[in-house]
């Protein structure tokens, strides 16, 4: 096993014990009810917004592709559809996916994945992330007119 792999194992078991011990603590502090109370609000507001990220994501889609689109809904290659500026902003559709996973740390039960969601869902944090990824996926991109082309044999793409 690599050093990475027995660090990923060590911290797979230690998280459920510092959960513990933080839940412990907490509830020293402010008593298990509202522990309790805490836990389940957060399993509540953590699956709101997995259900408003959904939502929110499929019509930021939308209003991404709607310039493809012309009036009658179909394909126009000749000219895109234009679009009034009384349309709201929408989010990019991977900000707002992003919500997803923020949502989901946020319901599991715990102190520590509660504030990793928190963290998730900070629109800077989420800019960030999609940046990231959206770096990534253009790094990991055939080349196209201007890049390098690949070696001879091709991409290495291991599946």
Same mark, same amino acid.
Do not use: K, N
């Given at each position: 096993m690599? !050093?990475?792999g027995?660090?990923?194992?060590?911290?797979?078991?230690?998280?459920?014990?510092v959960?513990?011990?933080?839940?412990?603590?907490v509830?020293r502090? $402010?008593?298990?009810?509202?522990?309790?109370?805490?836990v $389940?609000?957060? $399993?509540?507001?953590?699956?709101?917004l997995?259900?408003? %990220?959904?939502g929110a994501?499929?019509? %930021?889609?939308? %209003?991404?592709?709607?310039p493809l689109r012309?009036e009658?809904?179909?394909r126009?290659a000749?000219?895109?559809?234009?679009t009034?500026?009384?349309?709201?902003?929408?989010?990019?559709?991977?900000?707002?996916l992003?919500i997803?996973?923020?949502?989901?740390?946020?319901a599991?039960?715990?102190?520590?994945?509660?504030?990793?969601?928190a963290?998730?869902?900070?629109?800077p !944090?989420?800019?960030r992330?999609?940046?990231?990824?959206?770096d990534?996926?253009?790094?990991?991109?055939?080349?196209?007119?201007g890049?390098?082309?690949?070696p001879?044999?091709?991409?290495? !793409?291991?599946?």
């Amino acid at each position: 096993m690599t !050093v990475r792999g027995r660090w990923g194992c060590a911290l797979l078991l230690a998280y459920p014990l510092v959960e513990i011990i933080l839940a412990v603590a907490v509830a020293r502090v $402010i008593g298990w009810w509202w522990v309790l109370v805490i836990v $389940i609000g957060c $399993i509540v507001l953590g699956l709101g917004l997995v259900r408003y %990220s959904l939502g929110a994501t499929g019509q %930021s889609l939308r %209003s991404s592709l709607a310039p493809l689109r012309d009036e009658r809904g179909g394909r126009d290659a000749q000219r895109p559809a234009i679009t009034s500026a009384a349309h709201r902003h929408v989010a990019a559709p991977a900000q707002t996916l992003l919500i997803v996973p923020a949502g989901l740390l946020i319901a599991i039960p715990g102190f520590v994945t509660t504030l990793m969601g928190a963290a998730l869902w900070m629109p800077p !944090v989420r800019r960030r992330t999609a940046q990231r990824w959206e770096d990534a996926a253009r790094r990991a991109m055939p080349p196209g007119p201007g890049r390098a082309a690949w070696p001879e044999e091709g991409p290495d !793409v291991r599946l």
